[in-house]
């Protein structure tokens, strides 16, 4: 019962060092949340159950290999594990049907390449780079949650929870984040288009 007490990263450093209690601890202290997470883009119980229990083995997998690099955000870690095996399910699920070639249907009707050209994935590049350059001139709260909402993908709900926050306050951090970016973008004078 003393687990419950420590903080995230000294169970995750007791679980490295042989106490497998503290795994146990992480597990049930953060279970709720990320199980609620899987379930809410899920909806199958089963199947949440079945990405719960590969996040979580590959959770002791990179732990077991000493390939986790401690900065205290174990939650955030561990629900971007969840977020990537969900995405995974989805693309698994998305096959494209069997259809047969005939004269009326050709799968070359409805292929088409869209990656980029060079020019293309050189003009992204930069646009993702004056970006993350553009992200740097916020303040640091602000720039939490605009990450958390548009790269990791969280709802508000989500990122209030992790950051200790109030769904409104993080709503109001998003708010001031993009106010702040178009301030910044117009007074540079940046296009970021490709």
Not at 7 to 18: E, F, H, Q, T, W
Not at 36 to 42: D, E, N, R, V, W
Not at 130 to 155: C, H, I
């Amino acid at each position: 019962m003393a687990n419950l007490v420590l903080p995230d990263a000294v169970l995750v450093k007791n679980y490295i060092s042989g106490d497998e209690s503290a795994l146990a601890s992480l597990i049930n202290r953060h279970q709720s949340k990320i199980y609620g997470f899987i379930y809410s883009k899920i909806g199958d119980r089963d199947l949440s159950d079945d990405i719960f229990q590969d996040t979580f083995i590959k959770v002791i997998k990179t732990l077991k290999t000493s390939s986790y690099n401690e900065e205290g955000k174990f939650l955030p870690w561990v629900m971007r594990i969840a977020h990537n095996l969900v995405v995974d399910h989805f693309r698994k699920a998305k096959k494209m049907p069997f259809q047969r070639e005939t004269e009326e249907y050709s799968i070359f009707n409805y292929m088409t390449d869209n990656s980029l050209n060079i020019e293309g994935q050189i003009i992204t590049a930069q646009v993702e780079s004056d970006l993350a350059k553009l992200l740097e001139e916020l303040p640091a709260d602000q720039k939490e949650v605009l990450v958390m909402r548009m790269y990791q993908d969280l709802s508000f709900k989500e990122i209030a929870d992790l950051t200790g926050v109030s769904i409104n306050t993080a709503l109001g951090r998003m708010r001031y984040a993009l106010l702040n970016l178009r301030k910044i973008i117009e007074k540079n004078q940046i296009i970021l288009t490709n």
